[in-house]
């Protein structure tokens, strides 16, 4: 968010909203046997600091993240701690993404806000030098014929 810092690459930053969310999944578990509100808080705060903390030209990646994180990560994390078999392992995995379905809707909601808004205020000034600008490359040019005097 600061223009003067280029920002974290894109896979520290997912690492990052992984990495938060496993957390939360796994104290969750420990504590209360599904996840809860140390997950949701968890989840949201690492899927939002990816997207604040990521290069403004990776945004992409972290601003479709949290469904995606979280189709992954809770059946993981969940599959993992849990030795059930059948249609058990179908209702733990089930019962916890289907709970946790508003607070990805949130969250997703949140980060594209901020994603969005990153866009818009970061934006290149126009005639600034750079890849893009028609004035640069203009100015840059001689004619291919001398002038007459």
């Known amino acids: 968010m600061l223009p003067s810092v280029l920002g974290i690459p894109p896979l520290a ?7 938060f969310t496993a957390l939360g999944v796994f104290v969750d578990l420990e504590r209360i046997g599904t996840v809860g509100t140390v997950f949701r808080a968890l989840y949201f705060c690492g899927c939002v600091l990816a997207v604040t903390w990521v290069r403004r030209r990776n945004l992409f990646g972290p601003m479709v993240a949290p469904p995606l994180l979280l189709a992954v990560a809770v059946p993981a994390i969940v599959l993992m701690g849990d030795r059930a078999s059948g249609t058990d392992t179908l209702l733990t995995v089930a019962a916890p993404l289907v709970n946790s379905f508003p607070t990805m809707a949130v969250t997703t909601g949140v980060v594209l806000v901020v994603g969005v808004a990153r866009l818009a205020a970061q934006r290149e000034p126009r005639g600034a030098t750079g890849r893009g600008s028609d004035a640069a490359r203009a100015a840059g040019r001689r004619p291919a014929t001398p002038r007459r005097s």
Do not use: D, K, N, R
């Open 13 to 19: 930053a997912l690492g990052l909203a992984f990495g």
